[in-house]
């Protein structure tokens, strides 16, 4: 009988090692760049592994965490999210304002990858897209000038079908476009790819 006794008490001496002492003591997760430029999540240090910590982005503080709101009900909102989420390269941020509705699970993780592409390049800029204006008709005799379209109130106040986000790539200087395309769904505003 004391051959289990000793069993259990060795079984739980490595068990207690193995856990941390309370609940000061949680690990946490760093976020390191691989030689490769790869994004790392690891426990340990980021030296440990030979890759180095990620810099935080010159000019631009961390993005404070915020309490969920509801869903963007205006463009603007919209526009603020998903640049909020660039500047603090939170994917799970901008995730948060894409439209996931009907998507498959393979398509998801693909969209995340693309989303974790886009938040990892400097945000110069998002400029709203509009919505091509067809071309004037122009009646037998007459030239477009004569006859100038009328600018109405409802024109001038189109929403916008897309965002594209200026930014840059690796060197800062090449410039890289992405548009994201506009939803709106439950009284919502939503991007997508």
């Not at 901008?94 to 993780?109: C, D, E, Q």
């Not at 189109?158 to 939803?183: K, M, Y």
């Amino acid at each position: 009988m004391r051959r289990p006794a000793a069993l259990a008490l060795a079984l739980h001496a490595a068990l207690a090692g193995a856990l941390p002492a309370g609940p000061g003591h949680a690990q946490s997760i760093n976020r390191c760049t691989g030689a490769d430029g790869t994004t790392i999540y690891t426990d340990r240090r980021c030296s440990d592994i030979g890759a180095v910590t990620r810099p935080q982005r010159a000019g631009t503080a961390a993005a404070a965490p915020r309490a969920y709101r509801g869903c963007a009900r205006n463009v603007q909102d919209l526009v603020h999210e998903v640049s909020a989420a660039i500047d603090g390269r939170d994917v799970n941020r901008l995730a948060g304002v894409y439209h996931f509705a009907g998507m498959s699970s393979r398509s998801g993780h693909h969209v995340m990858d693309r989303l974790d592409t886009i938040v990892q390049r400097p945000l110069v800029g998002i400029v709203p897209v509009q919505a091509e204006t067809p071309a004037p008709v122009q009646a037998a005799g007459y030239s477009a000038s004569t006859f100038p379209p009328l600018a109405t109130a409802a024109s001038a106040r189109r929403r916008p079908v897309a965002l594209r986000l200026e930014q840059t790539v690796g060197d800062r200087i090449t410039p890289r476009s992405t548009v994201l395309g506009l939803r709106r769904h439950m009284g919502c505003w939503w991007v997508s790819l």
